[in-house]
């Protein structure tokens, strides 16, 4: 507690800052609950909300805490954006608007960075040339365009200044309040704040790390090095770090910024990306999660580059195979294969109740049933199949969603490329030949020889372990422990009540007894009134008033 209570006002400024914004934004509400009405400046401590200018529901006005407090919270905005699980569609709809664009920093500020990294003199040293003006600024790092030494143009990837440190504070506040979220019963039960946001610090820190991008970039790379058609940017390792990125310049027209849509092979390149996708996602196990017009060039008319690696989707061999089974069965709509490998690859809450689930993606495979395959649009598709997973508190892997949702944008970038694209043609194709690939006879043969040896692991302690049973058993050793879940907040609740009722009886206590000490008229007096009785009556007041105020403050009367 000790602790907790340092880390809140080693970081005063910042609770000040998280606090007026909800004032500002009309969710004064959240203060209380989450223990930060002690930040607010004192003449506003008891003010009523603001009253905003266009009154909106809670998702707009959560979307713009986000965007108000900064690039933290604005990415952690854009991560639950991608977990239909656990938010309802509106909030979901209102965080997909969160834009991670901000003024640029100024190139003096980013010169030490640059400095720091790749050593001092580095723009003479390194480069020919350097824009001042950058080509793009997110709240974590901007680019500038420059030419190394050796005439190479290039990509310059920087890191803001001092970006980490605002970002550790940022994450140290919102760990304590998903704590508080948690041990008070805040959010519903089948959401987990703290596990969220451990999830959320991991991303980020990828992210911060540019490290890992040129290492996702190399992984890419290397897995379509067979596709002539496929163009990855190559990094310069020498001139990379952590905090900068130096990659080659895609000399094309960005997908985004197409106006002539005749000068290029569209359907060869709405099939083409289609396809890459597909084997990205079952036979790679390693995709591109964030695929929109903005991260696609168009070179030369017929070849397709990709570019921003910082956002990548890893899913392994078994979920791969999972979704494969899932996008066949969607295809074919197979309501029991649809069910079951939802049931099988997610987190379900203790009362689910399958015959519901199944009626629900029965009735959700009905309302396509009078369509013809090629005129489904999958990204509606998955979005109402996500609406079911959360109604049922169905908590699916993270990278399914990645999937769902680049699966979406690779379907929106064929299409504009060609208004006849028809993903079910290519996904039937695909699956075909993925089919055909798992049933080779070398494939099959690993597999068995995988099963074996996860069926053996599995097994070669049960011996051991149910002669260790049968032998505590025998001497009456054997015991079973219990553990009691989601009884903290109860708890707690009980704890809040007792502590009233004290004060309260504390109450009730001085005044019978400074109305017997007036009764009695014992010195000494003050204006004819014995002291202690007008002491008592005096703290009695003091502590009633406190006592109404801070259940009117709760809400709960």
């Given at each position: ?9 080693k ?26 009405r002690?930040f ?18 809670l ?20 991560l ?53 003006e ?6 974590i ?70 490290n ?37 310049e ?9 106006e ?12 083409l990306g ?20 903005g991260?696609i ?77 090629e ?55 695909f ?8 049933l ?10 995988l ?11 049960y ?25 903290e907040?109860?708890?707690?609740e ?15 206590s ?20 014995p ?27």
């Amino acid at each position: 507690m000790l602790f907790n209570l340092r880390k809140k006002y080693k970081h005063f400024q910042r609770y000040r800052e998280i606090s007026q914004v909800f004032l500002r934004n009309g969710l004064g509400f959240l203060l209380d609950r989450f223990d930060l009405r002690r930040f607010v400046p004192l003449e506003d401590r008891f003010s009523r909300d603001e009253e905003l200018e266009e009154p909106a529901s809670l998702p707009p006005r959560l979307r713009r805490v986000m965007e108000d407090l900064g690039p933290t919270y604005v990415k952690l905005g854009q991560l639950l954006s991608t977990r239909p699980d656990i938010l309802p569609p509106e909030y979901i709809k209102e965080f997909r608007r969160l834009q991670d664009e901000v003024p640029a920093v100024d190139f003096s500020q980013i010169t030490p960075v640059l400095e720091e990294e790749l050593g001092e003199d580095c723009l003479e040293k390194v480069f020919q040339e350097f824009s001042e003006e950058p080509t793009a600024a997110a709240s974590i790092a901007q680019a500038h365009k420059a030419r190394l030494k050796t005439g190479e143009p290039v990509i310059v990837k920087i890191q803001r200044p001092e970006i980490w440190k605002r970002i550790r504070v940022d994450l140290e506040i919102i760990s304590d309040l998903a704590e508080i979220a948690l041990n008070r019963g805040i959010l519903p039960d089948f959401i987990d704040p703290v596990g969220l946001v451990e999830e959320f610090r991991e991303t980020l820190f990828k992210e911060l790390n540019f490290n890992q991008e040129l290492t996702n970039i190399r992984r890419f790379n290397a897995n379509h090095i067979r596709y002539e058609d496929i163009i990855v940017p190559q990094v310069y390792e020498d001139y990379s770090s952590n905090r900068v990125l130096v990659m080659e310049e895609i000399q094309g027209q960005r997908l985004s910024k197409i106006e002539d849509f005749t000068k290029i092979e569209n359907k060869k390149l709405s099939r083409l990306g289609a396809e890459v996708f597909l084997k990205q996602v079952m036979i790679d196990g390693f995709f591109h999660a964030d695929p929109h017009p903005g991260n696609i060039f168009i070179i030369e008319g017929s070849r397709l580059a990709y570019v921003d690696f910082g956002m990548m989707g890893q899913i392994s061999k078994v979920d791969r195979d999972y979704f494969a089974l899932l996008f066949a069965a969607l295809l074919r709509r197979n309501v029991e294969v649809i069910k079951d490998i939802i049931v099988e690859i997610g987190d379900l809450p203790e009362n689910l109740n399958e015959r519901k689930l199944l009626i629900d993606i029965e009735e959700f495979i009905h309302s396509y049933y009078n369509r013809r395959l090629e005129d489904i649009n999958f990204r509606v598709l998955f979005q109402d199949l996500q609406r079911i997973v959360f109604k049922h508190h169905i908590r699916l892997p993270q990278e399914f969603f990645l999937l769902f949702r680049a699966l979406g944008l690779s379907e929106g970038v064929g299409s504009s490329l060609d208004p006849e694209f028809n993903i079910v043609e290519i996904g039937n194709d695909f699956l075909g030949d993925l089919l055909r690939d798992r049933l080779r006879p070398d494939n099959l043969l690993k597999r068995l020889g995988l099963n074996l040896w996860q069926f053996r692991n599995n097994i070669k302690d049960y011996p051991e372990n149910f002669a260790l049973i049968l032998e505590k058993l025998a001497h009456n050793e054997l015991t079973l422990g219990f553990k009691h879940q989601n009884l903290e907040n109860l708890i707690n609740e009980i704890d809040f009540a007792s502590n009233r009722l004290s004060i309260s009886l504390i109450i009730s206590s001085l005044i019978v007894g400074s109305s017997m000490i007036i009764q009695t008229g014992v010195q000494p007096l003050f204006r004819g009134i014995p002291l202690f009785g007008f002491l008592g009556f005096f703290m009695a007041g003091v502590l009633g008033i406190w006592l109404v105020i801070s259940i009117l403050r709760s809400g709960r009367f």
